[in-house]
């Protein structure tokens, strides 16, 4: 992981106590709302329903166990006891008071956190693949290249008012976990015939009421341009890009405007530009010192079986259960991946309280190098579990609730925070979502439907990414009564598509019997083996349509 150096210390301190001091002004009434602002959106302090939200940046997802441990103290000492990992993995509190937020970042600064650009116009918080580096279909480890276009990006004043908010994504497996083509820009590390590393780089994807898959603006970015190729990209929106209408302003707008042929001519001749004012490309040698953080953990050479391992899942069918669902397969032998599933009926997706906070701390401790990820899916992840550990691990997981066997069902489902703490909300998420997870409980039959990603938000703004569900649901509001729009056919994987609408929505009581019935269409209608998305590609939306529809 990356660690601070003196400039990064000094530069996070200072911002601290200039939003003290901000903050202060405030609660004197010196500062009004309208001045304060733009003050606390640039330290990730958002004004919701009933209280501050407090945005925290976890660059790539990558946590230390201190990190984990302040973020305990400060969900107890602060808030009501718990915090939210976002789909950009992030951490959120929801219950903040104003004259406290000086405190949190002073806390968060001594251990190498802060809320910085985690809103605003400006480049956002850098994701990537939460298994970059230990997963087997890896080609090139992003990380290194996300923590360089981080400090790049971090206080980049050509780029601190951009037209809108700016995501950047990263991966560089074979396949993307990252949602690359659904971000404003998506970075796909990979290698050219000769072995030289270089990004295929989307341009204009998102989600929000224009969801949009990104453009390919270039197949191959050489590493030492990186830089340079971004900052021409930036250039082009920041010039060009809408800042008449809010709803205009995402570069995917832009990108769809100008005609992809004509963005990508101007990103070529601002590249060309940067080089002839005397921009530096990337060098070797800062890539190498950057790369330097991200250097495998002391593995031990451990043999690919572990006896006890194949004994403890001969003998233990719960284990076996989580074993196949939550554990994935690690690029090193002898060690396995684990996810932390946050998915349960009873708990807002995403949620975890300050006990159970402190627990991870001390399990990543013990069994992976003190070392957590957050996922875009509103999960954890321990990356490098030795396989004899495991079923140590699945039972202290247990205790602390963080084992059940649902990653990729229909169990681990993205939803946002919707009507109970969002301003922007039109319905409630996190009760309907209560309510799916609870009703859908037979992991037998969660099973048997196989891959199935369900994702809900409260609002057109999509946080909880409902265009990219396999089955989105929307909650819109018409007339007063919230009502739950479904969604088909969407993927944010290497095969990218937008969910199409199926029809007129569905109030509380009728969201989870309408779920009920396109489950039984596909349980119809799909072949061998074949998966949700599939079967819908398959046939298309009528069937689902009919069945769903029928007495209406
Ligand atoms: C509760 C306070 C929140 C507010 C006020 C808020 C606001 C918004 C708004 C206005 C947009 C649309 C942006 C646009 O189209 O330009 C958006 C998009 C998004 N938000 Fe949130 N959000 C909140 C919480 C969250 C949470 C909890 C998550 C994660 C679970 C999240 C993740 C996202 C993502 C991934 C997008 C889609 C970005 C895209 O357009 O591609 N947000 N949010
Ligand atoms: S999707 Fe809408 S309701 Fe949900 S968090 Fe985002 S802005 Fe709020």
Redesign the pocket.
């Given at each position: 992981m990356y660690k601070y150096d003196e400039n990064d210390r000094r530069i996070v301190l200072e911002r601290a106590a200039q939003f003290k001091s901000q903050v202060e002004r405030r609660l004197t009434g010196a500062l009004k709302e309208e001045e304060f602002r733009p003050l606390r959106l640039q330290n990730g302090l958002?004004l919701?329903l009933h209280a501050y939200?407090l945005r925290v940046a976890v660059p790539y997802g990558l946590m230390s166990s201190t990190q984990m441990r302040m973020l305990s103290h400060i969900a107890s000492k602060y808030d009501r006891g718990y915090g939210?990992m976002?789909?950009?993995q992030n951490i959120?509190f929801n219950w903040p008071k104003l004259d406290d937020v000086p405190s949190i970042l002073d806390d968060l600064a001594s251990v190498e956190m802060h809320a910085i650009q985690t809103s605003g116009n400006c480049i956002r918080n850098i994701s990537a693949d939460q298994f970059a580096g230990v997963i087997a279909d890896e080609v090139v480890d992003p990380r290194p290249y996300a923590e360089i276009m981080r400090q790049w990006s971090t206080f980049h004043p050509e780029f601190a008012y951009l037209p809108?908010?700016f995501?950047f994504a990263f991966t560089g497996a074979t396949t993307d976990r990252a949602a690359v083509q659904?971000h404003d820009i998506g970075f796909h590390a990979l290698k050219n015939d000769a072995g030289e590393v270089g990004f295929k780089i989307y341009v204009g994807g998102?989600?929000?009421?224009t969801p949009m898959i990104g453009k390919v603006v270039s197949e191959f970015v050489p590493e030492k341009d990186l830089l340079l190729y971004t900052e021409a990209i930036m250039r082009v929106y920041n010039q060009f890009g809408r800042r008449d209408n809010k709803y205009k302003a995402?570069i995917k707008i832009l990108v769809h405007e100008m005609k992809l042929e004509e963005f990508t001519r101007r990103v070529e001749d601002e590249f060309t530009a940067l080089l002839e004012e005397g921009g530096l490309p990337l060098d070797q040698a800062e890539i190498d010192r950057v790369a330097a953080y991200f250097v495998d953990p002391a593995y031990e050479d451990l043999p690919e079986k572990s006896a006890s391992l194949d004994q403890n899942l001969a003998d233990n069918r719960d284990f076996s259960f989580w074993y196949r669902q939550n554990v994935l397969t690690h690029k090193k032998t002898g060690y396995a991946i684990v996810n932390l599933s946050l998915k349960k009926p009873g708990v807002p997706p995403?949620d975890l309280t300050d006990v159970q906070m402190l627990a991870i701390a001390d399990l990543a401790d013990k069994y992976s190098f003190g070392e957590i990820r957050s996922t875009h899916e509103?999960n954890l992840v321990l990356a490098d579990v030795r396989k004899d550990d495991l079923f140590d691990l699945w039972g202290a997981l247990n205790a602390s609730g963080f084992a059940d066997p649902n990653i990729g069902t229909l169990q681990d489902m993205i939803c946002?925070?919707g009507l109970d703490?969002?301003?922007?909300a039109n319905a409630r998420s996190i009760p309907i979502a209560d309510k799916i997870t609870s009703r859908f409980d037979d992991m037998d039959y969660l099973y048997d439907l196989g891959e199935l990603k369900l994702k809900m938000s409260g609002c057109i703004?999509?946080?909880?990414?409902h265009h990219v569900g396999h089955i989105g649901i929307l909650g819109v509001n018409k007339k007063g009564t919230e009502l739950y729009q479904i969604t088909l056919g969407g993927s944010a994987g290497d095969d990218a598509s937008v969910g199409k609408i199926m029809g007129p929505g569905f109030d509380e009581d009728g969201i989870v019997p309408a779920l009920e019935k396109i489950l039984a269409t596909y349980i119809d209608l799909r072949e061998d083996g074949e998966e949700f998305l599939a079967t819908y590609r398959r046939v298309g939306m009528t069937p689902f349509k009919e069945t769903l529809y029928a007495n209406h």
């Open positions: 958002y919701q939200m939210h976002t789909t950009r959120q809108r908010k995501k659904f998102g989600m929000g009421r995402r995403g509103q946002c925070p703490f969002c301003t922007l703004n999509a946080c909880g990414h």
